[in-house]
């Protein structure tokens, strides 16, 4: 299986020279099971230049996937009206959404083409654009087996992880916005906790939301994400092989995530853990 970043910030796009090796585009990430099928996480702006090479791909076949939404804010969906295989018929997407949502991802989705904030309607995508049900948190798709589970995060999200069907120690855990809150000491951020570790025990790839510096979390609790010592305190205990940093601040230059890093390998080294880390870059692949 590979995986491919089209977006690794956070928030808000954040093109410019100071994001250039980590990109500026906001979350998506392609997936190609081992037969190639086409499984893609999230639709932030980094969607849009996936559409293209899709498009240029396919040379007009039919291009059809399956694509999973770790929930609805606007760095997860504001490239989905500029994805161009939605407006070629013949291609055939099903859409995921967390069924806890308080909106339905389907609503979402459609009020973000109605005409008072997007010229054209989300009926008038040419491709079969399909609501798939999602109530189980899990689904085996074509050459893919997956699980959800849900994560802390303002309005709700989810955590992914998907494997080859019958090969669950080649899995990707996708996490791109979560609040691990280390500190939290109710018996139910504890429980939160243990569930969450459970679900990324082992995993190959752990890609989890690290946007912030101690800091920056200590002025922002609650808005939802991580720091990047949170992130490797939980990956350490999860015991993934390499941990990604991922929903990179819009604000933090490629000089300022190189220093994060190095300050994550620390962490790891001042622990005896033996997770690699690395940061979500733009156009780069993984595989497991
Ligand atoms: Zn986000
Ligand atoms: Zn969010």
């Known amino acids: 299986m590979r995986a491919r970043f089209w977006g690794t910030r956070g928030s808000c796009p954040a093109p410019g020279a100071h994001t250039l090796r980590f990109g500026g585009n906001t979350t998506c990430l392609e997936l190609r099971t ?91 995508l040419s491709a079969r654009m399909e609501f798939a049900p999602f109530g189980s948190y899990a689904h ?5 087996s997956l699980r959800a589970i849900n994560v802390r995060h303002p309005g709700g999200a989810l955590g992914f992880r998907v494997n080859p069907p019958g090969a669950p120690d080649r899995s990707i855990v996708f996490i791109p916005d979560n609040e691990l809150d280390r500190d939290g000491d109710r018996a139910e951020d504890a429980s939160t906790r243990d569930a969450l570790v459970d679900f990324a025990r082992g ?31 939980f990956a350490i205990a999860a015991e993934v092989e390499t941990l990604v940093l991922f929903h990179h601040e819009p604000e933090r230059s490629d000089d ?26 733009e156009g780069e692949s993984l595989e497991v």
């Open 140 to 144: 085996d798709g074509n050459g893919y």
């Open 256 to 281: 300022a995530l190189d220093a994060m890093l190095a300050l994550c390998h620390q962490m790891v080294s001042e622990r005896n853990g033996h997770v690699r880390v690395i940061a979500a870059a």
């Open 203 to 233: 995993a190959r790839i752990l890609i989890h939301d690290a946007m912030y510096t101690g800091a920056e979390y200590m002025n922002h609790r609650g808005w939802g994400h991580s720091s990047y010592r949170d992130a490797v305190d």
């Open 34 to 124: 081992d037969d190639d099928g086409l499984v893609i996480f999230d639709a932030g702006s980094g969607i849009r230049e996936l559409g293209l090479t899709l498009a240029a791909a396919s040379g007009g076949a039919p291009v059809r996937g399956d694509v999973f939404f770790s929930h609805a804010h606007w760095d997860h969906i504001q490239g989905l009206p500029f994805f161009t295989p939605a407006f070629q018929k013949g291609n055939q997407f099903r859409l995921f959404g967390s069924p806890a949502l308080e909106r339905s991802l389907e609503v979402v989705l459609r009020q973000q083409m109605s005409p008072v904030v997007f010229p054209v309607a989300f009926d008038q």
